[in-house]
């Protein structure tokens, strides 16, 4: 199976970056928009076998790496708080 390792990874990050923005709705819409945001951003890492993964595992954990993917994530974060497609927008 081939599995783009920088989504899973984002996916992450989104989970534990989402709580500090309360402002943002959080929907599935709104979620999926932020993580389709980042990852069009974010350069692919795809793998298909164990050691492949194991060692891409690896190299995303790195500081850099991950302060990338953070920062693709909270500013598709903001730009979707911004300007909701779900029709939050308006209704506070």
Do not use: W
């Amino acid at each position: 199976m081939i599995r783009n390792l920088v989504e899973d990874h984002a996916r992450e990050c989104y989970s534990g970056i989402v709580r500090r923005f309360p402002d943002f709705c959080g929907c599935e819409l709104c979620q999926a928009d932020v993580m389709v945001y980042a990852l069009n951003r974010l350069p692919s890492r795809y793998v298909s076998t164990a050691k492949g993964k194991a060692v891409t595992d690896m190299l995303l954990e790195k500081e850099q790496q991950r302060a990338t993917i953070d920062v693709a994530i909270i500013d598709g974060i903001r730009r979707v708080t911004q300007s909701p497609r779900c029709g939050r927008a308006g209704a506070e």
